[in-house]
């Protein structure tokens, strides 16, 4: 079939400024709760927009791992292209989207660096194999081959044998601190709900768009 008749016809239930909160974050929080229970795979799944110094996006999935104190939090390798373009120029742009639901959500705002406690917090977590993981993968290095990776790992696994893993210097967290978060709702027709929120002067300001 050509990818132009593709086509679905979303049927959820409206987004109406009546049920929803002054602030994002709970209304971000009750869609990521409803998310979590309906969505088959990765519900915390978001696409990260990050800029270069020509000015040239790039967008990855990434999970986010913490919703709370006006912040979200995802983490990386920091050699990473990703975490070299928002140490030039914090501001990145979130999406996260759930088919199930029919729902999106928009996020642009700054960014910045966890503290190093956050971070070893969270790696301490991780599940072994992810950490090791964390120690053999040189992120967006060009390798020769798989086999490559594999013997980095290996190495990493023998390094550790028998001793808990810590963190790499080179890895860690990120916080954004939105400006503005956008909740689209799929209706029929096309007659998108889509509710902004956006801060203006410490205050969030929730405004309607057109879809």
Partial sequence: ????????????????????????????????RAAIRTEPREPNAMTLATVDARGRPAARMVLLKAVGAGRLTFYTNL??????????????????????LHRQVRITGRVARLPRADSDAYFARRPRG?????????????????GALE??????ARRFAGAEVPRPPGWGGFRLVP??????????????????YRRVRGAWRRERLAP
Avoid: T
Avoid at 80 to 95: C, I, N, T, Y
């Fill in 1 to 32: 079939m050509p990818l132009s008749r593709l086509r679905r016809e979303y049927r959820a239930r409206p987004l109406l400024e009546s049920a929803a909160p002054a602030e994002p974050f709970a209304l971000l929080s009750r869609w990521l």
């Fill in 130 to 146: 992810a950490q090791l993981g964390a120690w053999a993968s040189p992120q967006s290095r060009v390798l020769a081959d798989r």
């Fill in 79 to 100: 050699a990473s292209a990703k975490a070299r373009e928002l140490a030039a120029r914090p501001h990145a742009a979130l999406v996260l989207w759930w088919p199930a």
């Fill in 179 to 196: 400006r503005a978060i956008e909740f689209w709702q799929g209706r029929r027709n096309r007659l998108h709900d889509r509710l902004r």
């Fill in 151 to 156: 013997r980095r790992y290996a190495a990493a």
